[in-house]
């Protein structure tokens, strides 16, 4: 496990813009969305230390990874959108 694993200093740059909630729903589906908050903040149920295992951080990793191909599709779709209001 990861020592004393808050992740959202990790992903401060993008924390306010994902919903966190719905992000666990989706990647983590075998597991709460408070399970999947306390992971976040490296803490178990009960308050102790529970940071994600090296198996979830991959698996988080992953769905970050996923959330941000399918941004960078939804852009690309709309630039010919963008270049045609030019024209």
């Given at each position: ?38 992971k ?26 996923q ?11 709309i ?9």
């Amino acid at each position: 496990r990861y020592k004393n694993s808050s992740i959202i200093p990790l992903v401060d740059d993008i924390y306010d813009l994902i919903t966190w909630g719905d992000f666990a729903k989706c990647f983590f589906p075998d597991h709460s969305v408070s399970w999947f908050y306390n992971k976040m903040r490296g803490v178990d149920g009960n308050g102790g230390i529970g940071a994600f295992t090296a198996e979830e951080m991959k698996q988080l990793s992953e769905g970050l990874t996923q959330l941000a191909d399918r941004i960078k599709a939804a852009a690309e779709r709309i630039q010919p959108c963008r270049s045609a209001e030019r024209a």
